[in-house]
């Protein structure tokens, strides 16, 4: 019989009630068999009243309790694990209630604002002896396993390439004129890279970082470039040069894009090409598609070309579902895809593990260590409120 895992969802925005409606369709529709995720608890700063209409909307068991505050939720002992999907600016002080509560953690991407902050989230995961774990969806679709395990393979022989480019335009200088959207708002750790960013990132670990042998991943050299919006001073648009230091064959190269101001994909039909390219000595791959959630690969080897779909399941999850900025990025409604890393989570939590087996905590840091280099060698600096290793700080 599969194990049920009791989850409590902190905070009830757009990605709040997308990652719920995955979570509760039944994982049997994707070929999980080990657990079973319910719902128990959610929380809303804006009160109870709104936590218990998003328990509501997005179709939790009538007994779900819905709390006006974190502290309760994080209090409540019928919760194993909890989902935060507040804005990054605030995941460190979150995380860190719901650790010394006891409570085990999915923290949404990116993980922290800054690299010191993952360190202390990570360090007081060990010292409860809980899970912790960043959600970067992408990590955990078959897609995704499927690039790694071709990469691990040698059926591209040695990859000492990989560029990628997540870049929306988002129209910011007109939408976002009077800087209080998220994604221009310093005070909510705005700007490209921490939340468009995160992606290109994940795109080059996963392929550059994470597939070498545990002993031989080290962290990478980087050189980048920033343009700063300037109505608020965060990042809109940025480009990093990450070498990846080899013992044989040779430095790899990465190149991650992002912007908020420009499109990779300008009408919206992939006529610009991947902007996903993973290069090897035997051969190429292409990931097609948006890069935090791409549907297709091309794999191109000197005999020949072979492509693959890969679909999202799921009876209806997600259906129709918005992402913050309007767009309609599941119309089909075949599960929007953030079940996968839900049930990665679920399924370390009745197997012991503390931590991801697709990304574990120092990776998180790595990269968070990546992303505070780019920010040093640009001069771009967020509040000392957010920035800010200290516990607990009213935001």
Not at 67 to 87: C, H, M, R
Not at 138 to 151: A, D, G, H, K, M
Not at 321 to 330: A, Q, R, V
Not at 345 to 370: H, P, Q, Y
Request: hydrophobic share 35%; with cysteine; net charge negative.
């Amino acid at each position: 019989m599969p194990e049920t895992i009791r989850w409590g969802i902190l905070a009830t925005g757009g990605i709040a009630v997308t990652f719920t409606k995955d979570l509760l369709v039944d994982p049997k529709t994707r070929g999980v068999d080990k657990v079973v995720h319910t719902v128990t608890a959610a929380a809303s700063s804006s009160g109870a009243s709104r936590a218990k209409s998003f328990l509501e909307e997005v179709g939790a068991p009538s007994d779900a309790k819905g709390y006006g505050s974190y502290e309760e939720l994080a209090k409540d002992p019928n919760v194993d694990i909890i989902y935060v999907s507040t804005p990054h600016s605030h995941h460190y002080q979150n995380a860190m209630l719901c650790l010394e509560a006891g409570k085990n953690v999915l923290v949404e991407k990116a993980f922290t604002v800054n690299a010191p902050q993952a360190r202390k989230l990570a360090e007081k995961a060990k010292e409860k002896n809980l899970f912790l774990m960043e959600a970067v969806w992408t990590r955990y679709f078959p897609l995704s396993i499927y690039v790694r395990e071709l990469i691990t393979s040698g059926k591209l022989g040695n990859v000492t390439k990989v560029s990628v480019d997540n870049s929306v335009d988002f129209n910011p200088y007109e939408k976002f004129a009077d800087g209080k959207h998220r994604l221009v708002n310093p005070d909510l750790a705005g700007g490209a890279l921490l939340d468009l960013g995160i992606y290109s990132l994940t795109w080059v670990f996963q392929t550059l970082y994470h597939t070498q042998p545990a002993g031989d991943r080290k962290p990478p050299k980087v050189l980048s470039s920033i343009r700063k919006y300037e109505p608020t001073g965060v990042d809109e648009t940025t480009t990093m040069l990450l070498t990846f230091p080899r013992t044989t064959g040779g430095d790899a190269h990465g190149i991650a894009m992002t912007s908020v101001a420009l499109s990779a994909d300008v009408d919206g039909k992939g006529s610009a090409g991947p902007a996903i390219r993973i290069q090897g000595k035997k051969g190429e791959l292409q990931v097609l598609g948006p890069v935090s959630r791409p549907t297709q690969t091309r794999l191109i080897l000197k005999d020949g070309v072979e492509d693959k779909t890969w679909p999202f399941p799921g009876p209806g999850a997600g259906s129709g579902w918005k992402n913050g900025f309007g767009d309609s990025l599941n119309a089909e409604g075949e599960g929007h895809g953030m079940f996968w890393e839900a049930d990665e989570a679920a399924i370390a939590l009745i197997e012991g593990r503390k931590e991801s087996r697709f990304e574990d905590l120092e990776e998180s840091i790595v990269i968070m260590e990546v992303m505070d280099e780019v920010r040093r060698q640009n001069g771009f600096t967020l509040p000392e409120k957010i920035e800010t290793t200290r516990y607990p700080v009213d935001l």
